[in-house]
């Protein structure tokens, strides 16, 4: 069974840079072939589709986030990681790493197979 834990600062001062981690167990980052999400959800607001880095370390954005939100991992961690940049009130969310088998954008629920808990991230503004 595999298992996603999101870890990362809970309050971020304004124009800081955000950095999240997705620590995966029960299953390899780079089994063939999986997609490992970022995926946020703001107050009041649904799922966002933020990035995704696949299997094969290729790596896929929102284009309204591309600009600032890289994603990276480390194998020998079994982890992948987010880095946003310039982070705005707007960027106070639920932030959550999930595996999908299909590079999936739209941030529906059912169309990714396991999740992580969540954890919020809030601007200190």
């Known amino acids: 069974q595999v298992q996603l834990q999101e870890s990362g600062p809970g309050l971020v001062r304004p124009s800081q840079t955000l950095s999240l981690t997705c620590t995966v167990s029960?299953?390899?980052?780079?089994?063939?072939?999986?997609?490992w999400n970022w995926i946020r959800q703001p107050p009041g607001k649904g799922l966002e589709w933020m990035g995704a880095?696949?299997?094969?370390?290729?790596?896929y954005y929102s284009p309204p986030l591309k600009s600032r939100t890289p994603i990276s991992r480390d194998t020998s961690k079994n982890q992948f990681t987010l880095q946003q940049s310039s982070v705005t009130p707007e960027d106070t969310a639920v932030y959550y790493c999930a595996r999908s088998n299909a590079l999936k954008t739209a941030g529906w629920v059912r169309e990714y197979e396991n999740w992580g808990q969540g954890v919020q991230v809030t601007d200190s503004s």
């Open positions: 880095i696949a299997s094969s370390g290729s790596t």
């Open positions: 029960g299953g390899s980052i780079t089994t063939y072939y999986y997609y």
